[in-house]
């Protein structure tokens, strides 16, 4: 699970409970009024829905676990493995790395490796590959832009709610003892709209566009490891060139592993 987001929810569901409590109010007075909770997220979602594809309504609950998940990606394990590939091809040669590459489990990655032993030329791998991130990332907008736009759906159908609210409180003039429940139930709309918008449909678009850019720079790294194989540069200045995609503290200690990793015959080439 994602701690970071876990965490933040937890906040601020906490601070909206206590300063509820704080203005002599309590947590259940967020219930009182259930129609406005169905409608607010009913009308947001099904408004988003209509502006949106089947096929990512579909995969709205594996965009949402995304948001709550924490992404597997071994940036040091690969910076390893494309060092190892590249010392491997300057030693044996391209076609060395066939056997390499049906072992690689990341599907990214077996396929530019594949490609480069396949003989492609380079310009068409860097297409290729280029094309591959672009299309996720358009993916990855799609699901992004659908909790952006219930976002801004939500706060609309508060104030839906608070104005079919009000119609009512005013039906009920004659009873002024129930004006004053009529017109906090009225306003709750309101409350749940921002609530909604701001606690659980922007929150997640922003989490996802920070997956989305940690999973391609992480994509960005591979391709630059891939295309300075088929190049047949020098190991060190391969993996000089990876670490430059991991922040400092975590690049200065790869560097220290890879002078212990480097073979002497490839240092003393990086020297020369």
Same mark, same amino acid.
């Given at each position: 699970?994602?701690?970071?987001?876990?965490?933040?929810?937890?906040?601020?569901?906490?601070?909206?409970?206590?300063?509820? #409590?704080?203005?002599?109010?309590?947590?259940?007075?967020?219930?009182?009024?259930?129609?406005? #909770?169905?409608?607010?997220?009913?009308?947001?979602?099904? /408004?988003?829905?209509?502006?949106?594809? *089947?096929?990512?309504?579909?995969?709205?609950?594996?965009?949402?676990?995304?948001?709550?998940?924490?992404?597997?990606?071994?940036?040091?394990?690969?910076?390893?493995?494309?060092?190892? *590939?590249?010392?491997?091809?300057?030693?044996?040669?391209?076609?060395?790395?066939?056997?390499?590459?049906?072992? #690689?489990?990341?599907?990214?990655?077996?396929?530019?490796?594949?490609?480069?032993?396949?003989?492609?030329?380079? $310009?068409?791998?860097?297409?290729?590959?280029?094309?591959?991130? /672009?299309?996720?990332?358009?993916? %990855?907008? %799609?699901?992004?832009?659908?909790?952006?736009?219930?976002?801004?759906?939500?706060?609309?159908?508060?104030? #839906?709610?608070?104005?079919?609210?009000?119609?009512?409180?005013?039906?009920?003039?004659?009873?002024?003892?129930?004006?004053?429940?009529?017109?906090?139930?009225?306003?709750?709309?309101?409350?749940?709209?921002?609530?909604?918008?701001?606690?659980?449909?922007?929150?997640?678009?922003?989490?996802?566009?920070?997956?989305? $850019?940690?999973?391609?720079?992480?994509?960005?790294?591979?391709?630059?490891?891939?295309?300075?194989?088929?190049?047949?540069?020098?190991?060190?200045?391969?993996?000089?060139? *990876?670490?430059?995609?991991?922040?400092?503290? $975590?690049?200065?200690?790869?560097?220290?592993?890879?002078?212990?990793?480097?073979?002497?015959?490839? /240092?003393?080439?990086?020297?020369?």
């Amino acid at each position: 699970m994602d701690i970071a987001t876990i965490s933040g929810l937890v906040l601020a569901l906490t601070v909206i409970v206590v300063a509820l #409590i704080l203005d002599g109010g309590s947590p259940a007075e967020l219930f009182a009024a259930p129609a406005a #909770i169905i409608l607010i997220f009913g009308g947001s979602l099904g /408004a988003t829905i209509i502006t949106s594809p *089947l096929s990512l309504v579909l995969k709205l609950p594996k965009f949402i676990a995304q948001a709550f998940t924490v992404r597997k990606f071994d940036s040091k394990g690969t910076i390893d493995l494309l060092s190892k *590939l590249a010392d491997k091809a300057r030693r044996e040669g391209l076609l060395a790395l066939e056997d390499d590459s049906k072992k #690689i489990e990341d599907k990214f990655l077996q396929k530019g490796i594949s490609m480069v032993v396949d003989g492609i030329d380079p $310009e068409q791998v860097s297409a290729i590959l280029e094309t591959t991130v /672009a299309q996720m990332r358009a993916r %990855h907008k %799609h699901a992004m832009g659908f909790f952006t736009a219930a976002g801004a759906f939500a706060p609309t159908f508060g104030i #839906i709610g608070t104005v079919m609210g009000l119609i009512s409180v005013l039906k009920q003039l004659d009873n002024p003892g129930a004006l004053g429940e009529a017109i906090a139930s009225a306003f709750l709309a309101t409350l749940w709209g921002l609530l909604t918008a701001n606690l659980i449909y922007l929150p997640i678009a922003g989490k996802l566009k920070i997956k989305d $850019e940690e999973e391609a720079r992480d994509r960005y790294m591979q391709m630059e490891g891939i295309l300075a194989i088929q190049a047949g540069e020098n190991p060190r200045i391969v993996r000089d060139k *990876l670490n430059a995609y991991l922040p400092p503290s $975590e690049a200065k200690g790869e560097e220290e592993a890879g002078d212990k990793k480097v073979p002497a015959g490839n /240092a003393e080439r990086a020297k020369a």
